[in-house]
């Protein structure tokens, strides 16, 4: 079971949009509709922002929005603003009841 | 509104046993998943295994027999123990709802002499 893989960093500046990817396999992104998506930031426990691969929990903003095609789930930050910089991470369920996470991505609001 | 909360050493000697309980509060376990997750300093989450509220688990082939997990639903809390701890299994230890929708803080626990 290896990690879903995701890119180390991305930037953007306040009110800019930036897209961060996740991709795992037909075995576990592309054999279920069960990702996540989650905020953390510094010495803080994660958040859950997106469940179930679309749907956002009570409270959080819609400028945070999540798709997925394949084996690929993207989350979609719009609207950047200062207290979204934080690490991001994806999860989905890998089968054989088993949850898999991403490796992370580092947001920087430039 | 429910919380959790991890309990246990912060220190454990390398081969030893590693020991820590979540109690959830403001709510009942019946009926959910209760998750067992962790990261080493400046990596990613790992997942680690989950326990079902009448006792049946589910855990990362990775850890392979390492783990073991109870519920106690009575007192609110769930267990986790992993065995033959190296430096490895450092890491801050979180506990979580069902798939991940509620948190504990963490705790830190270090895997050293």
């Known amino acids: 079971q290896s990690a879903l893989t995701q890119p180390p960093s991305a930037s953007g500046s306040p009110g800019q949009s930036v897209t961060i990817s996740c991709t795992g396999t037909s075995s576990d992104i592309g054999g279920y509709n069960s990702v996540s998506w989650y905020q953390q930031h510094p010495g803080k426990a994660p958040k859950v922002i997106i469940y179930?691969?679309?749907k956002r929990p009570s409270g959080v903003p819609e400028r945070f929005s999540a798709s997925k095609s394949g084996n690929t789930a993207s989350l979609t930050v719009s609207g950047l603003q200062v207290e979204d910089e934080a690490d991001y991470y994806c999860?989905?369920?890998?089968?054989?009841?088993?949850?898999?996470f991403g490796t992370g991505t580092k947001v920087t609001v430039l | 509104q429910v919380q959790l909360q991890e309990a246990g050493p912060g220190l454990v000697n390398p081969s030893e046993t590693l020991s820590l309980t979540c109690t959830v509060s403001?709510?009942?376990?019946?009926?959910?998943?209760w998750s067992w997750i962790r990261q080493p300093a400046g990596k990613g989450l790992e997942w680690i295994g989950r326990i079902y509220s009448n006792g049946s688990s589910n855990h990362n082939p990775s850890l392979k027999r390492r783990v073991t997990m109870s519920v106690d639903t009575s007192k609110n809390q769930f267990s986790l123990k992993l065995e033959s701890v190296t430096a490895a299994d450092t890491a801050v230890y979180f506990c979580?709802?069902?798939?991940?929708?509620?948190w504990g803080r963490g705790t830190m626990v270090t895997v050293s002499s």
């Open positions: 979580a709802r069902n798939a991940f929708d509620i």
């Open positions: 999860c989905s369920y890998g089968g054989t009841t088993t949850w898999v």
């Open positions: 179930a691969v679309t």
């Open positions: 403001g709510g009942s376990m019946s009926g959910y998943y």
